[in-house]
């Protein structure tokens, strides 16, 4: 384990190595820094009404630094963060300060040798994707060692090694692999001559994890892989407006608390094509996955010690009652599809009138895998067996939204939304069984002069499930450059009878931004790109602050 100390003392081995390889440089090579600073805070008070949490703190943070010094073949950096008083969804092991990411790379004509902290994606995400979501608590950097290789035109190879963060400590568990991709437009200039590029790529990730005492009853422990193998293979052809990746993984037996401990394989695959041109787009895309969870340490749960991600196939909402049943991807197995098709009826024309209409349509459905329950999912066993294209009984998910965008005048924009939904509340929750609700919104925005913009929402969610019906109300107001004042209203006019209210004033100069507001936030679910974690309900003063530099 990697103590704070530690941290600090290779936090600060990097920063001298830095500084050490700058100095050699040649004279007047331009050596840069650059780095930000986020800090959130929120002076908690008790609610009852809405179940906040009681709190020692007379004020919670999350604050994070971030420095990057950067010259001709060098550059270093370092990440500070103080969650001594983390805000209310972020877990208890959040709870600390310290230099948890540090790096140095080194960045040559052909190649880039990475030590330190670092983030990697292969591929879609299947089987290996490092990544830092401070809005979910994610933070799965890998500390060891990454070498990128371009030894020909459209020929890219990686290769790295580490082990994983988890909160304010690493994994035992090493994680290796590397990953080849071949532009062959880059090689056969014919097809890049006529628009055609097609990429081919492949990956592997091995995970090494020692054995440990996991008993199936008193006597008898579980033979656990202390090695576990993952492949992706993909394809990716772009011929003018038409895209189309086709990619598939799957992974060695690997038993952990997410599968039950079962020895069954695990498989994803994924079909998305695209079309656009000036005035429409296009997407459909379908995936498949089984048994595709996949962590550096096989005890844990929560949103922590993932080493792959499997994208969402369902629209990421920005409206507050589109998203109040938000979908994560399921790892342990799903069916899931979606649509998109976008268009604008152009200007002087019977629906595209005087400024143009936009339309899009969107439709999400994620659906059970069929599942054979031989063994009964007991420890130890196969688990189940799985018919490719035979689905399950369960609904996990379905979302159908339409979206029109309209120019009324040269001051007035006008944006309206109906969605039906059906959100599993049992299968993603654990209770609450099937939701099935329609959202209505409007936003308009209007334009009084160069420096005063008005905004407006309305937007209503009908349900007679759950906690019934919500009405949501927002009232914007910017004064360019510098200020923006908001005002909002969550209310639930079924079952609580509850407000949920807002207000905020927000300064901008330069590369500094202060926000300072007051309300009350809903317990619920934050997702972003397939990935949820639960906020409980607070209430009090929030101040953020943000700085680039």
Known sequence: MITINRLFCLALLSISSAYCCFAQEENGKKITVSGSIQSDILIPQDD?????????????????????????????????????HPLPGFEKDFKGWGVPNIYLKAHFKNWNLTLGNFYEQFGSGFILRTYEERSLGVDNSLLGGRLVINPLPG?????????????????DAWVSGGDVEFGLDQWFKTMSEHGTYLTLGASWVNKYESDEDIMTDATHKLNLPTYVNAFDVRANLQKGNFNVLAEYAWKTQDPSFDNGYIYRKGKVAMLSATYSKKGMSLLLQAKRSDNMSF??????????????????????????????YPYATNPDGEWAYQAELGYTFKRHTLLGGKYGTSVKINFSHVHAIDRNEHDNGIMGSDGYGSAFWKWGKQTYYQDLNVQLEKKLSRA?????????????????????????SDIFVA??????????????????????????????????CSLMPHWMFTISDMYNSGVTNLHY?????????????????YGRTRAGFNCSGGVCRYVPASKGVTLSYNYNF
């Open 443 to 476: 936003e308009g925005k209007y334009t009084v002069n160069r420096k005063m913009t008005l905004r407006g929402e309305l937007q209503y969610l009908s349900t007679a499930d759950d906690d019934g019906d919500w009405l949501y109300g927002l009232l914007e």
């Open 501 to 517: 209210y807002q207000g905020y004033i927000t300064f901008n100069t330069g590369s500094h931004r202060l926000q300072l507001g």
């Open 48 to 84: 009852d009404k809405i179940g906040t949490e009681e709190t020692n703190d007379w004020a919670l943070t999350n604050t994070y630094a971030d420095v990057s010094v950067m010259s001709k073949h060098i550059d270093g950096g370092a990440r500070f963060e103080f969650l001594k």
């Open 412 to 436: 007035f924009k006008l944006s309206l939304m109906y969605m039906n939904q059906f959100y599993n509340k049992t299968v993603i929750e654990g209770e609450g069984g099937m939701i099935h």
């Open 155 to 171: 020929v890219t190879i990686k290769a790295l090694s580490g082990k994983q963060r988890h909160y304010w400590s690493y994994n």
């Open 295 to 324: 962590r550096s340490r096989r005890t844990v749960t929560g949103t922590s010690s993932f080493i792959n991600h499997l994208p969402a196939f369902t629209m990421e909402h920005t409206y507050a009652l589109a998203a109040l």
